[in-house]
């Protein structure tokens, strides 16, 4: 089936039909025209794509974000990495609780090519901050093309040490720091986590990775089975990386710390989440990487989404499966947060 539901055959080459879609999701999408009429991202519209993400895509204010004093926000710009340009980030907090909270370190999606760090606030801010208590940063990483690999994960990486170092200045708990992100910005938490892993950085408890974007190679059976039919499909994956990589796109040199699938050592890594649709291009990439970690011996919860495609929550945030999606994320940071920190008695 395609995503409005509609039959689809196995396709040129023997490829597998794509699993059947939930009703809810294909309806909400269907209703909504995004993402399908636009089409996939290309090396000839990516530029005049970018320019009308930027228009359009919600940019709140801190003001706005403050929501009528109900949030502390403030927007810092801190160092970047070494010779390149500051980075912005977006500290937010429910403005009634004192004391040292907990972090979300979070990294927006839009495939390392579009996106902006305030629009995803007000959903973090609602969903995780006031329930569970936490204080949360939305990250201002460079876009791709215009700036390429290492510039968007190094812009985190420095983003995530000053947060780590200024802890105190942001109220914040030096050793509950959870690093997360959706699709792209998935990608970017789970290569975090491998970058201060191994230049010995702040030590996060927890990576939250929604749908997260990880290889660049677009050779799993899900990226074929999903091509012209999921909102994101190795068309546009295709584009987004060669966007990031440039030269290396298609070598054998990217590195983990661009493409996590590459990795081959996923030890040491702290626990992860990991959620995925079934009927998505990253599905096997998602799982694979789960199992991965599994097999080095470390700590990964999954969960694949029966009939749902890239960004379902979004496209229908009231769906039954969406809502079960958001409430076992929630579920997750919650135990994780319970946990005692590290070196406590």
Not at 36 to 55: H, Y
Not at 291 to 319: C, K, R, S, Y
Request: charged share 20%; net charge negative; proline share 9%.
């Amino acid at each position: 089936m395609d995503l409005a539901g509609n039959r689809a055959g196995s396709g040129a080459g023997g490829r597998c039909a794509p699993p059947s879609v939930d009703g809810e999701l294909a309806a909400a999408l269907a209703a909504s025209g995004d993402g399908v009429a636009a089409g996939p991202f290309t090396a000839e519209n990516l530029a005049a794509r970018q320019e009308r993400d930027a228009a359009v895509r919600p940019r709140p204010t801190v003001e706005e974000l403050r929501d009528g004093g109900r949030f502390e926000v403030d927007e810092w710009c801190v160092p970047g990495p070494p010779g390149e340009p500051d980075v912005t980030l977006l500290s937010a907090r429910p403005a009634d609780l004192g004391g040292p909270l907990p972090l979300l370190y979070y990294l927006h999606g839009g495939g390392m090519i579009v996106g902006n760090a305030p629009s995803v606030l007000p959903q973090l801010l609602r969903e995780w901050a006031l329930p569970l208590g936490m204080a949360v940063i939305s990250v201002e990483y460079r876009l791709a093309p215009r700036v390429r690999h290492p510039g968007p994960v190094e812009d985190c990486y420095a983003g995530f040490t000053w947060a780590a170092a200024h802890a105190t200045d942001l109220g914040v708990d030096p050793e509950r720091l959870v690093i997360g992100g959706k699709s792209a910005g998935g990608g970017l938490a789970a290569a975090l986590a491998l970058l201060t892993r191994d230049r010995g950085g702040p030590t996060p408890i927890g990576q939250l990775l929604l749908c997260p974007m990880l290889d660049d190679r677009g050779a799993t059976a899900s990226s074929h089975q999903m091509a012209g039919v999921d909102v994101w499909d190795r068309t546009s994956n295709a584009t987004a990386w060669r966007a990031l990589l440039g030269d290396l796109y298609g070598t054998a040199d990217v590195p983990p710390y661009a493409a996590p699938a590459r990795a081959t050592d996923l030890s040491g890594l702290p626990p992860a989440y990991i959620d995925v649709g079934s009927a998505e291009t990253f599905r096997d990439e998602d799982v694979a990487y789960a199992n991965a970690i599994w097999q080095a011996g470390g700590q990964a919860e999954l969960h694949v989404w029966p009939g749902a495609f890239h960004g379902f929550d979004t496209f229908a945030p009231d769906a039954a499966i969406s809502r079960d999606a958001r409430e076992a994320r929630t579920r997750w940071l919650r135990r994780l947060l319970a946990r005692p920190a590290p070196g406590a008695a």
